[in-house]
């Protein structure tokens, strides 16, 4: 039996139809999920602190998927491109909701949470670089990390694979590492 | 505390305007730790505290102002380091090493970017000021015949400006991100 506060972040991505970030309100999210707006207000401080709740959410589904496609590819590049791939799908896919994700990035509560997502991610990358000899690999993890965000909302604004972008970030992968 | 001096203070609102920002801009570069407040801010600036409201009856009309003339102050140090240099990767890299170090200087600029984000007006000057050192970023690496210069000037600008982040969080330069930036580009096409 699922729980209220999952009950709630459920029916986000079905909101994401019917209302902007701006329209988002306690009454319509508590409405959307069936229940009322007691149980939203009981669980969640704010609607900033419920669109968290979706944005780790959502990483968490996008995680997931990274971590099945790249379950028996070995370290290196390829799983760092294999993930970077499921990653770009996966936020192409889930397009409404990145909306909401994108503009709530502005809140300072929102971004703090996913700084620390992130930072989980640059260093997952690091560890990858660092099998290839990269120097500073939590650093190019960390850089990497800031350009593939960059390359999702290219994408995002697109509504589609944008392959100039994918080329360039792969670029960076086969060339930014030692010395040629 | 100290009156304001008067004996050569700008009259109009406009010479205040200028005089408050420069002071501003003097303040947040050379004691970044105090808070600047109107009254420290018209001291500096010798005009009359009621300058201030006359030209922002708002705190956060300033700040957005404020944020742009520091941008501007970013943006012409990197035109004045790179001035005469021919276009390639011996101008981006000072262009960037620039960018940083003028963001470095100003850490305001970083404090006020996180706080304007936002508001509507702060996310704009910001949104346009990314664009403008994208569009740079794009020119160079034209220049060297770089594949994909738009993508890769878009994707470089998200790695130079976590680099200001980082560089802001830590109080200081981080060589190791610097490297990986320009790493990217000394290893050169083959």
Redesign the interface.
């Known amino acids: 039996m699922s729980s209220i506060r999952d009950t709630l972040l459920a029916a986000g991505p079905q909101l994401t139809t019917r209302y902007t970030l701006a329209e988002l309100s306690p009454a319509r999210i508590g409405e959307g999920a069936g229940l009322d707006e007691r149980a939203f207000t009981e669980t969640f401080d704010s609607v900033l602190d419920y669109i968290n709740g979706l944005q780790q959410r959502f990483m968490d589904g996008l995680r997931d998927r990274i971590f099945k496609l790249t379950l028996d590819a070995p370290p290196g590049l390829l799983r760092v491109k294999l993930a970077s791939e499921a990653y770009l799908s996966g936020c192409l896919e889930q397009r409404a909701l990145r909306s909401w994700l994108i503009e709530a990035r502005?809140?300072?509560l929102v971004?703090a949470g996913l700084r620390k997502q992130n930072q989980v991610y640059w260093l997952i990358v690091g560890s990858e670089l660092a099998t290839k000899g990269w120097?500073?690999p939590?650093?190019?993890g960390?850089?990497y990390?800031?350009?593939i965000?960059?390359?999702s909302v290219?994408e995002h604004r697109a509504g589609q694979v944008?392959t100039?972008?994918r080329?360039?970030?792969w670029?960076?992968l086969e060339?930014?590492?030692p010395?040629? | 505390m100290p009156s304001p001096s008067t004996a050569s203070a700008p009259a109009d609102p406009e010479s205040q305007r200028r005089a408050l920002l420069a002071a501003a801009s003097r303040l947040v570069r050379q004691k970044p730790a105090e808070p600047l407040t109107p009254t420290r801010l018209c001291q500096e600036a010798g005009v009359s505290e009621a300058a201030f409201a006359t030209n922002w009856p708002e705190a956060l009309a300033f700040e957005r102002q404020l944020l742009v003339s520091l941008l501007d102050e970013v943006r012409d140090s990197v035109a004045k380091t790179t001035l005469g240099m021919a276009p390639g990767l011996a101008r981006l890299k000072l262009a960037v090493e620039a960018y940083l170090d003028a963001n470095r200087a100003r850490p305001a600029v970083r404090a006020l970017a996180?706080k304007l984000?936002?508001d509507a007006d702060g996310?704009a000057t910001l949104r346009s000021r990314v664009a403008g050192f994208t569009l740079m970023m794009e020119m160079e690496l034209q220049a060297m015949q770089w594949?994909?210069p738009?993508?890769?000037a878009?994707?470089?600008?998200?790695?130079v400006?976590?680099?200001a982040y980082?560089e802001h969080e830590a109080g200081a330069k981080?060589p190791?991100?610097r490297?990986?930036?320009f790493?990217?580009f000394?290893?050169?096409r083959?």
């Open positions: 502005a809140q300072p971004a120097p500073h939590q650093a190019a960390r850089l990390l800031a350009m965000n960059e390359a290219v944008v100039s972008v080329e360039a970030l670029d960076f060339r930014g590492g010395r040629t | 996180l984000q936002a996310a594949p994909h738009a993508a890769t878009r994707l470089f600008t998200a790695a400006l976590e680099t980082a981080v190791a991100l490297d990986c930036v790493r990217y000394d290893n050169g083959a």
